[in-house]
């Protein structure tokens, strides 16, 4: 399984969108579950998403629901995270990572990429 590189993150406004893009920087990742992360310096590392290989199960959690989007599409070896409504407590360092099914361990993260919420 490859490194897994993110991208898309930035400064946007409250209320604002943003996509967020994962993609293995060699081979695919179609038989794995993606799952997506965040991080705030001094705080856990909290679940936001994860999408299993069927393409179907989906898992978001709570105080996201209604306001983000979790999809992939192997046929272009990504995966995307389309996050609308933002807000400043969304603020953090987006990680993607993989994982045989949204239940078990996560092998393989990306290194993260900045997302902002801030007027």
């Known amino acids: 399984q490859a490194h897994l590189v993110e991208s898309g993150g930035g400064l946007v406004q409250p209320g604002g969108s943003l996509r967020l893009s994962c993609a293995p920087s060699e081979g695919t990742f179609d038989r794995y579950a993606i799952g997506w992360f965040r991080q705030v310096p001094g705080k856990e590392r909290e679940g936001v998403a994860c999408?299993?290989?069927?393409?179907?199960?989906?898992y978001y959690t709570d105080s996201v629901k209604g306001r983000f989007t979790i999809s992939r599409d192997n046929a272009k070896n990504a995966a995307f995270l389309q996050m609308n409504n933002l807000r400043p407590e969304d603020t953090a360092v987006y990680h993607c990572a993989s994982s045989g099914a949204c239940e078990t361990e996560f092998d393989y993260w990306g290194q993260g990429t900045q997302v902002t919420v801030s007027s």
């Open positions: 999408i299993n290989k069927d393409l179907v199960s989906t």
